[in-house]
């Protein structure tokens, strides 16, 4: 049994800050809840002679993250550097010298997921990492210890902020991409260089760690198809609204027989759909289990604040184990290599967006096209005619398909004379 607990940090950023001050702050309350004083040991940053926003215990600050993972009194080890560089040294070095480690990094979990857990267990180290999906929503806590149970057959979620921030303004606003975008980046939602966010990278590695979790099978990240959301246009989500749906980045995984299908795109959702309702920077998550059915998590998904949350969760729970001399480790089991699926096995409905030449004639060359494709069409919108251009703006909407034969019509219709441009090819996601 353990009376105190050293804790050592790795980076101490924005979200590093508030995690280290809540630990000072709240140091009476937490011994209460662990059963043992959580000591702040040692705090690795780039440059120790900056000043800070929080006071520290004196000798805490160093600029060499080995000395962290070398303090006999550190414990628990901290990792709020990100990314699989640096950090992910440390974290290996932190995991093979058996202490314990609690980390936000979703790009590190994603990537080397199965390596890390190999290692923990080698060690009799735990590796908790509730902060890397989804910020303070607790979403790797039900999979793990809550859900084992179930078959998990899928998984769908909006688990990127700034992009849930840029499409509800798209769409309640009427605002072009480039404005909401810049008005994330304003209000601090959004990074000066957002292509992790907007361009689906972000999504991609959470929905990995997700999969790897629900479905017990590694995911690489580079192996879920991503798309982001640079291409969509106002008039798609006033298309959308007249047609009874959202607009929605969704991160998706879902169990096959033939393997596990993992995908983060923008996609149409019914209105009706309690993921549509998702708005802002609130992030959400469905998983949808044989036995316990849908089960829908929705919270702040990022942020210092909820991401202190779930990182201080971890390291409550692993702080409790020591204090009680009991093991923390918590596995998340062996991820096997499995099968990782293309988006051309997808079927479902599709929403289509195209500028053509504004004659006779046009839509039913269309239709042929589609019809040939094995494509057929539910309901077709003409708009938007620009008789400088002699152009007229089509959108229509298909039945069930394959996304190999949508494709292969799409690039078909590239060629006709008829169609100036695709301009937009979104899926439509069923109701749960």
Known sequence: MANEIGIGFLGMGNVGETVVATLLERAATFRERTGASLSLRRVAV?????????DLPGGVLTGDGAEVIG??????????IGGDGAAGDYVRAALAAGKHVVTANKELIAKAGPELFDLARANGA????EASVGGGIPVITPLLRDLPANRVLAIRAIINGTTNFILT???????????????AQELGYAEPDPTNDVDGHDAAFKIAIMAGLGFGTHVPPEAVATEGIRSLAPQDFQYARELGYVIKLLAIAERHEEGVLARVHPALLP??????????????????????????FQGAGAGAAPT????LADVLDVARALAEGSQPRWDPGAWRYGEALGLGMLETRYYLRMTVRDQPGVLAQ?????????????????????EERGTAELALMTHRARELAVTGAIETLR???????VDAMLRVEAAT
């Open 46 to 54: 780039k440059d120790p002679s900056r000043a800070r926003g929080i």
């Open 366 to 386: 269309i239709a042929r096209v589609l019809g040939e494709a094995q494509v057929s069409i539910a309901a077709v919108e003409q708009r938007e005619t620009d």
């Open 415 to 421: 060629d006709l004379p008829e169609v100036r441009a």
């Open 71 to 80: 303090d006999p009194s550190v414990d628990i080890v901290v990792e709020v």
């Open 308 to 311: 202190t949350s779930a990182v």
């Open 126 to 129: 735990a590796l908790r990492f």
């Open 169 to 183: 303004n798209m769409a309640q606003r009427g605002e072009s991409f480039e404005d909401a975008l810049a008005q």
């Open 271 to 296: 209105e009706s759909e309690p993921l549509a309702r998702v708005d802002g920077v609130l992030n959400a998550a469905q998983v949808r289990g044989d036995l316990a059915g849908t089960l829908t």
